[in-house]
């Protein structure tokens, strides 16, 4: 199983990005997306599977969506803040439980870097 995130790069604030996330290996039901900023743990930002949700930060700038023809997952950001600064991760799971719990597979990671 591989998970290839693509997408990042330096944007100023205000700005917007697209990234993508493309699963082989088998086909995922639930997936999403976290990220990690500097000297921070890593948190939940999106999933989509039976339903979508988001991170209360990113509410109204980001959202998911996903081509299943593909298999692959998008996170479009929109609104982009110098706090969402980090590398993201592509991540899925055969379980409903990526916006409470661990994902079981995880993408190596797309760095996002927003000026001020």
């Known amino acids: 199983v591989q998970l290839q995130a693509s997408g990042g790069g330096l944007v100023e604030a205000g700005g917007s990005l697209r990234l993508s996330c493309a699963a082989s290996?088998?086909?995922?039901?639930?997936m999403g997306w976290f990220r990690q900023a500097p000297e921070k743990g890593r948190e939940f930002v999106a999933a989509?599977?039976?339903?979508?949700s988001y991170a209360d930060s990113v509410k109204g700038r980001f959202t998911i969506s996903r081509d299943d023809a593909k298999n692959t997952v998008y996170l479009q950001m929109n609104s982009l803040k110098p706090e969402d600064t980090a590398v993201y991760y592509c991540?899925?799971?055969?379980?409903?439980?990526?916006?409470?719990?661990?994902?079981?597979?995880w993408g190596q990671g797309t760095l996002v870097t927003v000026s001020s």
């Open positions: 991540v899925a799971d055969r379980r409903d439980i990526i916006r409470v719990g661990v994902p079981q597979y």
């Open positions: 290996g088998r086909t995922f039901y639930h």
């Open positions: 989509t599977g039976d339903r979508t």
